[in-house]
């Protein structure tokens, strides 16, 4: 088995990568117009612990601004 690949947010071509800002085009006011969270990023430090635990690599994906924000805030101690 290979390592854990959690994936947070979609990706830019298909407008799901989670931004801060709106994407061009799409009404702002749409449920999705920054994008979509995959997997919520409090969820996150739970899975990259039991990974861990498990003697799993893992690795995080996230492509828009929002996702890596929320992913690379000091708080949030994946080792």
């Known amino acids: 088995m290979g390592p854990l690949k959690v ?4 990706s830019l071509n298909t407008r799901t ?9 799409l009404d702002p006011a749409h449920p999705h117009a920054c994008g979509m969270e995959s997997v919520p990023i409090e969820d996150l430090r739970g899975l990259m612990q039991r990974a861990r635990d498990a003697g799993i690599g893992a ?4 492509i828009g601004d929002r996702a890596n924000t929320g992913c690379s805030t000091p ?3 994946w080792g």
């Open 59 to 62: 690795a995080i994906h996230a």
């Open 17 to 25: 990568a989670w931004c801060w800002d709106p994407y061009p085009g």
């Open 7 to 10: 994936v947070v947010d979609g």
């Open 75 to 77: 708080s949030r101690p």
